[in-house]
C-alpha cells in the first residue's frame, strides 16, 4: 500500500544551519504530497505541498521539491532558526480515499542558539 | 483561514464507560472529515473516514463498534470510543477536508484510568 518514509530524528541543529529532512514514498498513481509541522502543543499545520512531479511546494523558508525518479520529498531549510523548532511530517494523499493522508513517522528538529 | 475545533481538549475516564469527540469546522462546511489517532513519539494513524450523511469508512484493523463515527452536518462529526480500556489512551485528532486540502483540529487527550 502506499507509504511514507523520512529520517528519524531527533535532529538537533544550531541556530543558521541547513537544515534537510529526507522523505521518501512509495505509492500507486501519482499522489500529492506534503510536509506538515506540529509545534509543541499546538495540532498539525501545512507547512508545505507539491501536487504533482517537479513541483517546488515553499513555505516560510522551507522547501521540497516534488521528485517522481527518485520518490522523494526532502525538506530543506537554509538558515533554521529556534522557532522553527517542532516536529515535522510528510505525508501522501490517497486520491483513492478521499484524499486520506498517509504520514511518517514525524522527524523532531531541536534548533538550539 | 480553515479553522477546526476538537472538543474537549483532553479528558480522563474510567475503563468501560463512553467518551465522545466532537470536531467541528467553524468556518467552513466539511463533507469530509477524518479520524486519526497518535501514541507518543509516533506518527498519525488514519481510524476512519467520515462522509456526512452516510457510514464512516473504517481502516483495516479499527473497530468499528468500538470507535463509533457520526457525521450527522457539514460542519460536526463525533468520535464515540465506547467502553473505554487503558489500551485506548491516546491523542486523537481530526481533520476537514476543504478543496482536497486537510485542516487539523488541536486534538483530544484521552486518558483511562
Known amino acids: 500500500g502506499d507509504s511514507v518514509t523520512q529520517m528519524e530524528g531527533p535532529v538537533t541543529l544550531s541556530e543558521e544551519a541547513f537544515l534537510t529532512i529526507n522523505c521518501t514514498y512509495t505509492?500507486?498513481?501519482?499522489?500529492?504530497l506534503f510536509w506538515y509541522v506540529q509545534y509543541p502543543g499546538e495540532g498539525l499545520q501545512l507547512l508545505l505541498k507539491a501536487t504533482k512531479a517537479d513541483d517546488k511546494g515553499s513555505n516560510k523558508g522551507f522547501e521540497a521539491t516534488y521528485r517522481k525518479e527518485t520518490t522523494s520529498f526532502h525538506l530543506e531549510k537554509g538558515s533554521v532558526q529556534v522557532s522553527d523548532s517542532a516536529v515535522y511530517f510528510c505525508a501522501l494523499a490517497r486520491p483513492n480515499s478521499g484524499y486520506a493522508l498517509n504520514f511518517g513517522k514525524g522527524t523532531s528538529l531541536l534548533v538550539t542558539p | 483561514g480553515a479553522v477546526v475545533s476538537q472538543h474537549p481538549s483532553r479528558v480522563i475516564c474510567k475503563s468501560g464507560t463512553s467518551v465522545k469527540i466532537e470536531c467541528r469546522s467553524l468556518d467552513f462546511q466539511a463533507t469530509t472529515m477524518f479520524w486519526y489517532r497518535q501514541f507518543p513519539k509516533q506518527s498519525l494513524m488514519l481510524m476512519a473516514t467520515?462522509?456526512?450523511?452516510?457510514?464512516?469508512?473504517?481502516e483495516q484493523g479499527v473497530e468499528k463498534d468500538k470507535f463509533l463515527i457520526n457525521h450527522a452536518s457539514l460542519t460536526l462529526s463525533t468520535l464515540t470510543v465506547t467502553s473505554a480500556h487503558p489500551e485506548d489512551s491516546s491523542f486523537y485528532i481530526c481533520s476537514a477536508k476543504s478543496y482536497n486540502e486537510q485542516f487539523f483540529g488541536p486534538g483530544t487527550r484521552l486518558t483511562v484510568l
Open positions: 505509492a500507486t498513481g501519482y499522489p500529492s
Open positions: 467520515s462522509n456526512e450523511g452516510s457510514k464512516a469508512t473504517y
